[in-house]
């Protein structure tokens, strides 16, 4: 039973460069959410989808954060330009119905991105 | 509103002794209440689970959490620490009847296991 997927698991570039970063959800979660951890500021919510749609993106840092869910099995999380402050480790996330909160959220790896 | 308060942000045990991580919490409303484990270069993955029946919860890896509302705690406890155990675990809340994403997080406690 596939988890959630992201990819790439790590990736290096050098600021000013556009990233992608990918997620793939569990087949028939409905809600996904986008997450950056870092030592100094734990684990903080970006922006979560229900049923595609975006409803809470307050946590998005800048305008250079975008991220879309064209469908109901695929997100993209977009930096662009990226800048050195940006590196961290990004997950997602799915759960189950409207992101109800007895729902437990089901993470992926997380992808590691360094910003030189 | 609600907050998470993790006591203790390193935990250190012996293998084969007990462990004891402290959570405690604030919400305006009745509480949903999660732990999460985090192993190196992982993702979260959830240990267990309070929602409103028994308010002792068991969850994976022998690992057990009790909720005490008089309290406002969640702890979670497990009889004998296997070195497989060290990780970063994380208490989290929502309040349990309202739609959306409300989750909080707390800041993790580091589990370390000594052999």
């Known amino acids: 039973d596939a988890g959630v997927i992201q990819s790439p698991r790590h990736e290096v570039t050098e600021m000013g460069q556009e990233v992608t970063l990918r997620c793939k959800p569990i087949?028939?979660?409905?809600?996904l959410f986008w997450y950056r951890q870092t030592m100094m500021r734990g684990l903080e919510l970006l922006i979560y989808?229900?049923?595609?749609?975006?409803?809470?993106d307050s946590g998005m840092p800048e305008d250079r954060f975008s991220a879309k869910m064209p469908n109901a099995s695929f997100s993209t999380l977009k930096i662009q330009p990226s800048e050195p402050r940006d590196s961290a480790v990004y997950f997602c996330?799915?759960?189950?119905?409207?992101?109800?909160?007895?729902?437990?959220?089901?993470f992926g790896d997380g992808t590691r991105l360094s910003i030189l | 509103a609600q907050s998470v308060t993790q006591l203790d942000s390193h935990v250190s045990v012996s293998e084969g002794t007990p462990v004891l991580l402290r959570c405690n919490y604030s919400?305006?409303?009745?509480?949903?209440l999660f732990w999460y484990v985090q192993h190196p270069n992982k993702g979260l993955q959830l240990l267990l689970k309070?929602?409103?029946?028994?308010?002792l919860v068991k969850g994976i890896n022998g690992f057990e959490a009790e909720f005490k509302k008089s309290e406002t705690s969640f702890h979670l406890t497990k009889p004998s620490a296997h070195m497989s155990d060290a990780a970063e675990y994380f208490c989290?809340?929502?309040?349990?009847?309202?739609?959306?994403?409300?989750?909080?997080f707390g800041g993790g406690t580091r589990l370390m296991v000594k052999p």
């Open positions: 996330a799915s759960s189950p119905g409207r992101g109800g909160n007895n729902q437990p959220q089901h």
């Open positions: 087949s028939g979660h409905n809600s």
């Open positions: 989808f229900n049923n595609n749609v975006p409803i809470d």
């Open positions: 919400s305006s409303y009745s509480p949903s």
């Open positions: 309070y929602t409103s029946a028994a308010t």
């Open positions: 989290v809340v929502s309040p349990r009847q309202i739609a959306g994403n409300m989750l909080t």
